[in-house]
């Protein structure tokens, strides 16, 4: 297993366009140990292949208290989205620091292939439904901060930009 580094916001890889996963393979399972312990160290409730720079179709989430409750989505497909929704404050390990008000449906039903490669339903509501959409969306090519206003936007582009100038000059240091 591997900590694996997390794109930051708002580098253009964020928003490639993933792929489906071909095979659920050995390759691929050790893309999952890999992501789940990544998610778990940055202490996040869900990470998109994407963030990680593969741009495959796989998602890991964890909404448990326990931490111990992991769901590995490979190609999920959402079959089902309710019509009523609602805004909940969202934030994101490629955007850390950042939290604001996105609205999603607030139950959803998604199709996908888990670890071992068989094909769930799975019926999500409250937190685990906004998570899946989250990080539906990533695979998309897309960062819940592109919901905000372009002047939220730009004012968290900025700041992302500036902590980055900010760490780098401490790594000169
Ligand atoms: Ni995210």
Redesign the pocket.
């Known amino acids: 297993m591997a900590l694996l580094s997390i794109l930051q916001y708002p580098d253009p890889k964020l928003h490639t366009l993933a792929r489906p996963v071909a095979a659920v393979d050995a390759r691929i399972r050790s893309l999952i140990q890999d992501m789940l312990e990544t998610m778990y160290d940055a202490n996040g409730i869900?990470?998109?292949a994407t963030?990680v720079n593969v741009h495959e179709r796989l998602v890991v989430i964890d909404v448990s208290e326990e931490r111990n409750e992991p769901l590995v989505l490979i190609n999920p497909d959402i079959v089902w989205a309710s019509e009523e929704r609602v805004v909940n404050d969202e934030g994101?390990?490629?955007?850390p620091g950042i939290y604001d008000g996105v609205e999603r449906s607030t139950q959803v039903k998604v199709s996908a292939l888990d670890g071992e490669g068989v094909v769930r339903t799975i019926e999500a509501e409250g937190l685990l439904a906004v998570c899946i959409q989250?990080?539906m969306d990533?695979l998309k090519g897309k960062?819940?901060v592109e919901y905000l206003s372009p002047l939220k936007r730009n004012r968290i582009k900025s700041k992302m930009l500036k902590t980055r100038r900010a760490l780098g000059k401490s790594d000169e240091a």
């Open positions: 869900g990470l998109a963030q994101c390990l490629s955007v989250h990080e990533h960062v819940f």
